[in-house]
């Protein structure tokens, strides 16, 4: 079965070590057969969540900007992987700034009773990359913690994860060509779940 796999690649280096294992994972599905799509979050225009509330009445936000489009496309994927890079020991403000703004879906499914997904379509599995400069042993907890919780929102079950500390300069993740292999796998289990 073709599935569709959608990368959002969460660096605000478009060149950046979270983006490289990314591309590795999209060249590895596209390799396999299925249908790729990739989304810098640096090329879409989002701005903050106001907390106003005014989505907890019809699940749509108030605010325009590209946040709809990439909603309809987090609906339409049968997998998802993101690459976010780790900063002050949380995901950097590009993806919480996405997540903060899927308050939407929180609304349609809490307290709307909204189905996200179409119910005949695949399980839908997602998996997460990422990398920090520094290596104290709990650096990604918060990470992981705030990604399951968004998959979760999806109804994504959270496949694994390819984390990498210790990768700060840009290219640093070349260095490490195991770090790769370790990601086309974890791809490879996602597209055979």
């Known amino acids: 079965m073709r599935l569709s796999v959608l990368g959002i690649a969460c660096s605000p280096?478009?060149?950046?070590?979270?983006?490289?294992?990314?591309l590795e994972?999209?060249?590895?599905?596209?390799?396999?057969?299925h249908i790729t799509e990739l989304?810098?979050?640096?090329d879409l225009k989002i701005n903050p969540c106001q907390g106003c509330g005014a989505c907890s009445a019809k699940g749509i936000c108030v605010?325009?900007?590209?946040?709809p489009m990439l909603q309809e496309k987090l609906i339409q994927s049968?997998?998802?992987i993101i690459a976010a890079p780790i900063y002050f020991m949380g995901v950097n403000a590009q993806t919480k700034l996405m997540i903060d703004r899927m308050q939407t879906f929180w609304a349609r499914k809490y307290l709307l009773n909204q189905s996200l997904i179409k119910p005949s379509g695949p399980e839908r599995i997602g998996i997460f990359l990422s990398t920090a400069g520094t290596q104290l042993p709990n650096v990604f907890e918060c990470?992981?913690?705030?990604?399951?919780?968004?998959?979760?929102m999806l109804d994504i079950q959270y496949g694994e994860s390819c984390l990498y500390s210790g990768v700060d300069k840009v290219g640093e993740i070349e260095e490490s060509p195991q770090s790769f292999e370790e990601v086309r796998k974890a791809t490879q289990t996602l597209l055979l779940s």
Not at 63 to 67: F, G, H, L, W, Y
Not at 143 to 148: G, L, P, S, V
């Open 78 to 80: 049968d997998r998802l």
């Open 63 to 67: 605010i325009k900007d590209d946040i």
């Open 143 to 152: 990470a992981e913690r705030t990604i399951k919780t968004f998959f979760h």
């Open 39 to 42: 989304v810098y979050l640096s």
């Open 25 to 33: 994972g999209m060249r590895t599905a596209q390799a396999e057969g």
């Open 13 to 22: 280096r478009r060149n950046g070590n979270t983006t490289s294992l990314l």
